[in-house]
């Protein structure tokens, strides 16, 4: 079946444009996450839905990166006036119910560079 | 504080040998799961085996197995019988309510670079 997908794999922004980023998560699947992943570092935690509910955004990085799962399937990775710092690799991730809902699935991720 | 330490940067390691690559992690809670995940250059996660604070067993998947040391806070991945399509990184992950991911979200080490060579 079709993993979990994410658009576009590549954005290149200048200072202080906003960007939006797409994940398509494995379909059925409830729970929902983004990370970040600078280079040559481990993944870092930003937030985490339930269905349409953001339980936990607790690494966004500051107010301006904003997640969102309207209808409980695809989310939106928005980040505003994008600085330097923000390049990365953003992951998403989603995870079923049940006897291994432990696992999570993780897309290719969309590498931003931000000149 | 770190709470995922891999303290091998990179490994080189002849083709057909076993591999282990070192993770020590640091947690108060008592309940908490462990991973590893697979990077290829590719840059995809790929999760490869979970365990869990309370399995009373290592965890095993194919060639995979995690040497669980829990009051060593120690969860070596151990590969055996290396291919050259091993060669990646590798990422040892923990969920904890208190890690820094959320009650759901990974907090990863930095990673090992694992180079198979023929």
């Known amino acids: 079946g079709a993993g979990v997908s994410q658009s576009p794999r590549y954005k290149v922004a200048k200072r202080g444009q906003d960007v939006a980023l797409r994940c398509d998560p494995i379909s059925g699947h409830v729970s929902l996450f983004w990370y970040q992943q600078a280079l040559g570092q481990g993944p870092e935690f930003l937030t985490y839905?339930?269905?349409?509910?953001?339980?936990?955004k607790s690494g966004l990085p500051s107010d301006r990166f904003f997640a969102e799962r309207p209808e409980g399937s695809v989310s939106t990775l928005k980040i505003q006036r994008t600085q330097q710092e923000d390049s990365a690799v953003y992951l998403c991730?989603?995870?079923?119910?049940?006897?291994?809902?432990?696992?999570?699935?993780f897309g290719p991720g969309t590498r931003l560079t931000v000149t | 504080a770190q709470k995922i330490t891999q303290t091998q940067p990179g490994m080189f390691v002849q083709e057909k040998e076993a591999v282990t690559l070192d993770c020590t992690y640091d947690t108060s809670d008592p309940s908490y799961g462990l991973f590893w995940y697979k990077q290829p250059s590719s840059g995809e996660m790929i999760f490869l085996i979970y365990q869990g604070s309370y399995d009373q067993q290592n965890a095993t998947e194919g060639r995979y197995s995690l040497n669980f040391q829990k009051a060593r806070k120690s969860a070596n991945l151990v590969i055996s019988a290396s291919q050259l399509g091993d060669s990646a990184m590798y990422f040892c992950?923990?969920?904890?309510?208190?890690?820094?991911?959320?009650?759901?979200?990974?907090?990863f080490g930095k990673g090992t670079h694992l180079i198979i060579q023929p």
């Open positions: 991730a989603s995870s079923p119910l049940g006897d291994r809902s432990y696992e999570q699935y």
């Open positions: 839905f339930q269905n349409e509910a953001q339980l936990d």
């Open positions: 992950a923990m969920r904890d309510p208190y890690s820094g991911g959320g009650a759901d979200g990974l907090t």
